[in-house]
């Protein structure tokens, strides 16, 4: 469940990692271009990251805590939730 304000548009990244050599690289990315549409949105932005991430419980801790306080520097409202694969439930349409 997305919630937020009811005016703000809402946008979702999802991010699938199977390698995290460049899990930093990707996230400066992301804050950057958050950046960007929070100034062409006239801050009536909101983006909400979902990395999906190919590894065990002690990764996702480790990339949640290593993410988390840089998402919550960005001056852009960026909320961040980071999932195992194997927690993603996937249906055939």
């Excluded at 939730?81 to 927690?87: A, N, P």
Aim: net charge neutral; aromatic share 6%.
């Amino acid at each position: 469940m997305f919630a937020g304000k009811a005016s703000t548009t809402t946008f979702v990244d999802v991010r699938v990692l199977k390698h995290h050599v460049r899990a930093e690289r990707i996230l400066d990315s992301i804050l950057y271009e958050a950046l960007i549409a929070q100034r062409a949105l006239e801050d009536d932005f909101r983006l909400v990251v979902v990395v999906v991430i190919y590894g065990d419980a002690d990764l996702r801790e480790r990339l949640q805590s290593r993410w988390q306080p840089r998402v919550s520097h960005c001056p852009a409202d960026v909320e961040l939730r980071v999932l195992r694969r194997d927690d993603v439930r996937c249906e055939a349409a």
